[in-house]
């Protein structure tokens, strides 16, 4: 420490080097910022998919109950009572329909932050330490890819019995193997720079360097990773609930409701068709914001 | 070439067994009472007892694998707790109603795909091939079976041009069922048409910057010799490897549209086996999906290897 009044030389040009780091880092977060809001493709996907967030979450509010029959109003197409018609009760599917995207976006989230701690986790061990770690976690990863994903959940879940929590775990269990890949290749990117070798000559613990240095260092694809595997969740979460092995009836949940509904599908192809333009819409608009954010970022 | 087959061959025995190992703890042992999780909470402890001394499931975990393992690969898969009937005949038979349905999702899916890609490849940066590269793209993101009741109330309910059902009356000729076969394969093809496409189309936009395509057509080769000739075959190498990649995509979404189309082949009897708590016959789909999908991926690496002469000799 140089005593008060004296101008350490050196100290003050680190310090200015620190602050215009820190003001160049800040200048580039809002630039990008900027650069998604101008990206079509991203913005209208976050626009899709706060739709269904606020449908979600509100939609009850201002339909009509969805769960609600009416035995003496089943199959009517669509009509001003009913805008998207009834199913098989007698129920709205105007109303299931928007109160629909509630499980897939309770499951699909979840799912994926599940899948990016334990993959973070999993990578970062991998590629930091390299040698027989990694070579040990990579042959298992490898293992958990031999089987496709819907394969191996329903076996899992036919075995340990359907809630939502264990759908959760199950997929985000299955994508840990993929986003791990993806982080440990990242970090083995940067393991190497000279940051990275600065810490660990300070002598900094290696947990430290993985969490403070390289993380944030590697935010890029991990944001990129996370929106990707969103899609895929909200793909998988769908199909799981459509085979069969996810909520049960009378759950207004998209996939559910297909597989129940397409019985009436030559007679009443709209209790099948609106659920599945929803979904359909739901599943573009993640893509559409990973589009957006990994053009942008690649830039 | 051939000891390329052979080295890739071994490397599936320890990923299999692995991958057997996996299957056996998740069926077997982590469920904890095998018999109590088949027959449910309402059945009598001695019920439980019976069904665990015959399923072997009383035995220490080591013994019991290797007679599970041994069972299938001498063929003894047990019989069906649902249907009654041996698994081994069952599983085969949906197996070769999968096949055929795989069989022919791929062939109507690789030519189009190319078709579509190099076609876009070839007016590059029109409006033709940005519209056509994102509405193919957009189709992979979205689930089978949404695009599948789509076009069951398109050309099978509304338009009446194909049947809602996969798989002909009884008693029709087999080459019906492949008519029958179009609607379900739709689904399938728009699930890999994206990503097929798009990697023919980048071989396309590849090729037709190399000098020797310039040299074709400044000799005066006409049009289409050149597009046959040069580009398509060398838009092949990695629209195989990406066909190759996308196997497993291709038996989810397999197992998908069985479902949808109440198609009697392995997808759908798995799912059925996982509703009924019927171990013995799920057991046996899962083993059976994972080896068809490692010799997919195999039959995927020689197809690259026979199309590409620096990996063919290198061997």
Known sequence: MAPAGVVDDSRTQEMQADVAAALEQRRQRRYLVRALLRSPTFVIGVLIVLFWVFMGIFSTAFTQSPLAQHPFAILQSPSAAHWFGTDDLGRDVLARTMAGARTVLIIAPLATLL???WGGIIGLIAGFYRG???????????VLLALPVIITSILILSLFGKSLA???VVIGALFTPVVSRTIR????GEREREYVMAARLRGERSAFVMAREILPNITQPIIVEGTVRLGYAVFTAATLSFLGFGLGPPSPDWGLTIATERVDLQSAPWTV???AFALASLVVGVNLITDGLSSVFSK | MARLIGRRLLLMVPTLILVSILVFA??????????????????TQQQVDILNHHLGADKPLYERYAVWAGHFVTGHWGASLQLGTPVFSTVMRALGNSLLLAGFALVIIVPTSILVGVYAGLRRDSLLDRAITISTLSMTVIPEFVSGVILIVVFAVTLHWLPVSAMPPQGAPFVDRFYYLILPAIPLMLLELGYIARMARVGTVQVLAMPYIRTAVLKGLPRHRVIFGHVLRNALVPTVTVIGS?????IGGLVVVEFLFVYPGIGNMMINAAQFHDVPL?????????????LSNLIADIVVALLNPRIRMGG
């Open chain 1, 166 to 168: 264990i759908v959760i």
């Open chain 2, 246 to 250: 996308q196997v497993g995509w291709l």
């Open chain 2, 282 to 294: 799920l057991e046996a789909c899962v083993l059976v999906v994972a080896v068809l999908y490692m």
């Open chain 2, 26 to 43: 998740l069926a077997e042992v982590l469920p904890g009472n095998l018999g109590r999780s088949i027959l449910g909470p309402y059945a």
């Open chain 1, 132 to 142: 027989i770690t990694d070579d040990i976690i990579m042959r298992l990863v490898d």
């Open chain 1, 273 to 275: 068709l609106f659920p």
């Open chain 1, 115 to 117: 899948a990016l701690l």
């Open chain 1, 185 to 188: 290749s990242a970090v083995i």
